[in-house]
C-alpha cells in the first residue's frame, strides 16, 4: 500500500479559518504548521477554527503537538475552542489519548455544508526548516503536547530530554 504524501490545505472566509491536513503529516510539515499557529494569533475577524483531518491516514506526535500549539494560540479568542473533524477511528482514538478533548470539540462530521470552504482551500507550500529549526520544533511541539495531560508527560519526558540534551551539545 503506498503512503500519500502530506498536505496541508487552508482557507479563510467569512471569520472561519479551516485547516485541512491530508495524507501522512508527519514532522517535515512542522515549520508549515507552526507558521499557520503564529498567523492565526494575530488574525483579525477570526470568529472560529476548523480542523479537517478526514482524510490524514497518519498524524504524527510534532504535528499533534503544532495542533494542540494553533488551539492554544487562540485560546480566549473565539467563542468556541477549535474544531477537529476526524473520522478515521485510529485518529480520533489518538487525539483521545492525547487529551485533545480538552482544547477542542471533537466531531466526526461538519456541521454545516462545507462544499464553499472545499473550493476555497489552497495547498499552503510547505515552509522549509534546516535541522536545527527542525529540532527545535519537535521539542517545542512535544512539550506543548506534554503540557497537555499527565500521559503525554509521562509518554514524551524521555524524547524532550533526549531533544534538550541534543541541543544543548549542538549550542556549545
Do not use: Y
Not at 478526514?54 to 492554544?72: H, I, Q, Y
Not at 534538550?164 to 556549545?172: H, S
Amino acid at each position: 500500500m503506498l503512503i500519500e504524501e502530506g498536505r496541508i490545505k487552508a482557507a479563510f472566509d467569512s471569520g472561519v479559518f479551516i485547516l485541512k491536513l491530508c495524507g501522512d503529516v508527519r514532522l517535515t510539515l512542522c515549520a508549515t504548521l507552526d507558521t499557520q499557529a503564529q498567523r492565526l494569533a494575530e488574525t483579525p475577524g477570526l470568529q472560529a477554527v476548523m480542523i479537517d483531518l478526514r482524510e490524514a491516514t497518519n498524524v504524527d506526535s510534532t504535528a499533534l503537538g503544532f495542533l494542540a500549539k494553533v488551539a492554544m494560540a487562540v485560546k480566549g479568542r473565539l467563542e468556541h475552542p477549535p474544531t477537529i473533524i476526524a473520522d478515521n477511528p485510529d485518529v480520533r482514538q489518538m487525539l483521545d489519548v492525547m487529551g485533545f478533548a480538552r482544547f477542542f470539540t471533537l466531531m466526526e462530521a461538519p456541521l454545516q455544508q462545507e462544499e464553499a470552504f472545499n473550493s476555497a482551500l489552497e495547498e499552503l507550500p510547505e515552509v522549509p526548516a534546516d535541522e536545527e529549526g527542525l529540532r527545535s520544533r519537535i521539542l517545542e511541539a512535544h512539550r506543548i503536547l506534554m503540557h497537555m495531560n499527565e500521559h503525554n508527560r509521562e509518554q514524551f519526558q524521555p524524547l524532550v530530554e533526549m531533544l534538550e540534551a541534543q541541543n544543548n551539545v549542538a549550542q556549545k
